[in-house]
């Protein structure tokens, strides 16, 4: 099965950057899914609804969401089956829980996440 963990995360302070990594399983699965499947980073806060953030397409073609339109930038590796999301200008509001997966997302596929906290 696909396995996927988030890493990168951590206490930032506003207007600085990070950069999110997140490894697929090294088995078939998960090279298969880096090689032909969209790939995304969503967020969720407690209690809040799952937001996709960022997609990239096999072929490297991105998509943002308005908040994060010019800050965030998806890349992969697939290679590597490896997705990064660099982000800079971090404001508060961009403190959440972050994961990767498929877009669409597979439920079975979904890591711990990796928290990002930006706080002065």
């Known amino acids: 099965q696909v396995q996927l963990v988030e890493s990168g995360g951590g206490l930032v302070h506003p207007g600085g950057p990070q950069r999110l990594s997140c490894a697929a399983s090294r088995n078939i699965f998960g090279i298969t899914v880096f090689s032909i499947k969209d790939l995304g980073w969503y967020r969720q806060a407690p209690g809040n609804q799952r937001e996709l953030v960022a997609a990239i397409s096999p072929d490297g073609s991105t998509n943002y969401t308005d908040s994060v339109k010019d800050r965030f930038t998806i890349s992969r590796v697939n290679a590597k089956t490896m997705v990064y999301l660099q982000m800079n200008n971090l404001k508060p509001e961009d403190t959440t829980v972050y994961y990767c997966?498929?877009?669409?997302?597979?439920?079975?596929?979904w890591g711990e996440g990796t928290e990002v906290t930006v706080s002065a």
């Open positions: 997966n498929k877009v669409p997302y597979n439920d079975r596929y």
